[in-house]
Nanobody
Framework: QVQLVESGGGLVTPGGSLRLSCVASGYTFSAYGMKWVRQAPGKGLEWVAGIDDRGGITSYLRAVKGRFTISRDNAKNALYLQMNRLKSEDTGVYYC?????RGQGTQVTVSS
């Protein structure tokens, strides 16, 4: 079965950085585009960034463009999100996802 397992979340002060990872299994990872979505406390899911199957095309939510970088390593079935210059409004649970499936999420808290 499809499994998406995120890691790398944590507590960071404003302006800090985190790198999220997601390891996929149960399907042909290299054949599908991937995305990161997040859910802030009390709010709905929000798309953050996407990447095509080969990693050559990326797209970002305007609020994170220039601060976040999505990437993937198809040899490792891995998806990444490098998050720099974090802000309090980036706080939330971050999920890696395909169009049909989503992982269990990893908590990111940006607070002083």
């Amino acid at each position: 079965q499809v499994q998406l397992v995120e890691s790398g979340g944590g507590l960071v002060t404003p302006g800090g950085s985190l790198r999220l990872s997601c390891v996929a299994s149960g399907y042909t990872f290299s054949a599908y585009g991937m995305k990161w979505v997040r859910q802030a406390p009390g709010k709905g899911l929000e798309w953050v960034a996407g990447i095509d199957d080969r990693g050559g095309i990326t797209s970002y939510l305007r609020a994170v463009k220039g601060r976040f970088t999505i990437s993937r390593d198809n040899a490792k079935n891995a998806l990444y999100l490098q998050m720099n210059r974090l802000k309090s409004e980036d706080t939330g649970v971050y999920y890696c996802a395909t169009e049909q499936f989503r992982g269990q999420g990893t908590q990111v808290t940006v607070s002083s």
